[in-house]
């Protein structure tokens, strides 16, 4: 079995909600709120739910970002919640981020000539000549060549500037990328493409990925493992496989039964969730999504589920896979 | 190394000095304007050279009001002296006072400015607060304060200037550095591993210093006017430190009789405000990285 590169213990991200001249606290929006799981060394780890539910908070607050409001990351069997200065420079080079939308991640006064090698000269990896020449060969990585250096990212198509913001978080030779929806503001074609390069990027480097989705299609084409996130905590986590397969918690099935099918001749039982996602500034009590469940029974708006084991190292909170619950729906 | 890097830097310079003065070139309006500040800019330089200060502090009482002739093409002033040179050594003293007011008042500006926004929180509001009191005061009135309690000096009058425009200045500045930072990119250059003052430096004020620039060719006929202003209303330091407001002022009781002083001068002072706000036209399109090929 792999080691762990990255390991999340408990992590929170807080939010104060300020109002009026002084600045009092009304209360706390809980973008993430005690999530828990490892990412092996060379997988790539999915994490999926809908917009609002804090998977890009985490992914942040992972890469220190954001400071975590409490809880631990483990990078490494080293404790990085809280370094700072030159360990958390050390700590920025072998972590990097691919954003969602590559335009607006990057200096548009900046060729990528001095995009890529200016990243290299603060993380003292390459300078002059030889940073020049390695961002032509990280450009041919990525499928780009030397003719695009001293272009601006105007002067680019979607496809090639997201091309070009994997090329720059490839510059400081990092071990872990957290892909931050990299493909959801480009066309399906283009999509395709950049999940095939990143596939090959992650084979040919060893890198690991943590890769941030609503689409469940892209995840089930690039992942090994799955975490789905509903209202700031972690709901289901296990094999791609066995999720796609067969996905336990309810709020799982309902996401893969909104996935298009493009066969038009095959009929579906939908699960259809019910309602609004509620404000994770008042999260429901409880199961977070009993509401919205349509099994919820008594125990679901009293009680807090953990993730719990269930048949063969899958994790889930949901009542309905407690030992003493016998599961009505089969 | 270097040398390759040098290449690098110099190849992407000339490129855009090119595409520059191309993109000038495209608006004839604009391209006037841009032409005669340059001009001008060289009458202030050469003006000391060319022509001899003692045609300002040289007095002759029998040749006063001239009309134009031709050793005098524009005329004589109310001391007799040659019109035109007068008025050239006025570009000179009205052009350097500008390019101090506005290298002071960037300075300061800047500095306040991006600190203020950048940081945020109680220096933020601290600043701003100070940058209120400046701006409740109408401009004129607090230059001439400034002027009175500094004295009669041409640098008294340009720090007077420079005093109530900086904080025009800091608010542009601030307001574009909040904007510019909440920006995404500057996250992922967080990400990428570069510090905070990098980040401002190389990153954030590079990109608003566009409308900074423009927001500058706008105010310089004010900073002009408003120098002319103070010396017409006799802050300035005297007939020997000739400047279009002073000329004005001197030549205004006699307008009937010899009309060409107050003419010329104020027409100094019409065409540098006027190809200044030409140009602040055109700058916002020049200074587009978007535009540039």
């Known amino acids: ?330 | 190394m270097t040398n390759q890097r040098t290449v690098l830097r110099t190849r992407s310079r000339t490129k855009s000095i090119i595409s520059t003065l191309r993109l000038l070139r495209e608006n004839k309006l604009v391209f006037s304007g841009f032409l005669i500040v340059v001009a001008a800019l060289l009458v202030a330089v050469i003006t000391p050279f060319a022509i001899p200060y003692s045609v300002n502090s040289t007095v002759h009482f029998t040749d006063k009001w001239l009309p134009s002739s031709l050793s005098h093409p524009l005329g004589t002033d109310d001391l007799g002296r040659d019109l035109l040179s007068v008025i050239l050594w006025g570009t000179s003293t009205d052009f350097t006072a500008l390019v101090v007011v506005l290298g002071i008042a960037l300075s300061i500006g800047i500095l306040v400015g991006a600190t203020a926004g950048y940081l945020g929180g109680k220096f933020d509001e601290a600043i701003m607060r100070v940058t209120d009191v400046f701006l409740a005061f109408p401009s004129l009135i607090l230059a001439m304060t400034f002027a009175a309690i500094l004295g009669h000096a041409i640098i008294n009058l340009t720090i007077a200037i420079a005093l109530v425009y900086w904080p025009d200045i800091s608010r542009l500045v601030r307001g574009q550095v909040i904007a510019e930072k909440s920006k995404p990119y500057i996250e992922s250059l967080r990400a990428s591993g570069m510090s905070r003052y990098r980040i401002l430096y190389k990153h954030i004020l590079p990109n608003t210093i566009q409308p900074v620039m423009i927001q500058l060719t706008f105010k310089a006929p004010w900073v002009i006017i408003t120098l002319a202003g103070l010396n017409f209303l006799g802050f300035g330091p005297g007939p020997f430190t000739p400047d279009w407001g002073q000329l004005i002022s001197n030549g205004y009781a006699y307008f009937f009789e010899a009309p060409n002083v107050v003419i010329f001068s104020g027409l100094a002072l019409l065409i540098a405000s006027l190809s200044f706000n030409l140009l602040g036209d055109g700058l916002r399109d020049v200074l587009d990285p978007r535009l540039r090929r």
Do not use: W
């Open chain 1, 1 to 330: 079995m792999k080691s762990d590169l990255v390991k999340i213990v408990d992590l929170k991200k807080h939010y104060p909600i300020r109002s009026g001249v002084l600045g009092r606290t009304l209360g706390y929006v809980r973008a993430v709120d005690g999530v828990s799981f490892e990412i092996r060394r060379g997988e790539s780890f999915g994490l999926v739910g809908e917009s609002g539910c804090g998977k890009t908070t985490l992914g942040k607050t992972i890469l220190r970002l954001m400071d975590p409001t409490a809880g631990r990351i483990i990078y490494d069997d080293t404790d990085v919640t809280k370094v700072s200065g030159r360990g958390l420079r050390k700590y920025r080079r072998a972590v990097q981020i691919v954003f969602q939308d590559p335009f607006s991640s990057m200096d548009p006064r900046q060729t990528v000539a001095s995009i890529l090698t200016e990243v290299m000269h603060v993380n003292g990896i390459a300078e002059g000549q030889r940073a020049l020449e390695k961002a032509i060969d990280l450009l041919e990585l990525v499928g780009l060549n030397e003719s695009h250096l001293f272009r601006y990212p105007h002067e680019f198509s979607g496809g090639q500037r997201q091309r070009v913001c994997i090329a720059r978080a490839l510059s400081t030779d990092p071990e872990f990328v957290v892909l931050d929806e990299p493909t959801s503001s480009l066309d399906v074609s283009v999509q395709a493409q950049l999940l095939k390069l990143l596939k090959d990027l992650q084979k040919k480097l060893d890198l690991t990925y943590l890769f941030i989705s609503h689409n469940m299609a892209v995840v089930r084409h690039l992942c090994d493992r799955v975490g789905v996130m509903y209202l700031a905590k972690l709901v289901e986590l296990s094999d791609k496989k066995d999720l796609f397969l067969e996905p336990l918690h309810p709020y799982t099935q309902a996401l893969l039964s909104a996935v298009p099918e493009p066969d038009p001749t095959v009929r579906r039982e939908g699960v259809v969730v019910k309602g609004e996602p509620p404000s994770p500034a008042n999260p429901p009590s409880g199961c977070r999504f009993h509401p919205r469940c349509a099994y919820a029974f008594e125990k679901c708006p009293s009680v807090v589920p953990e993730l719990m084991e269930v048949n063969n190292k899958r994790l889930v909170a949901c009542f309905l896979y407690d030992e003493g619950h016998v599961r009505e729906t089969g």
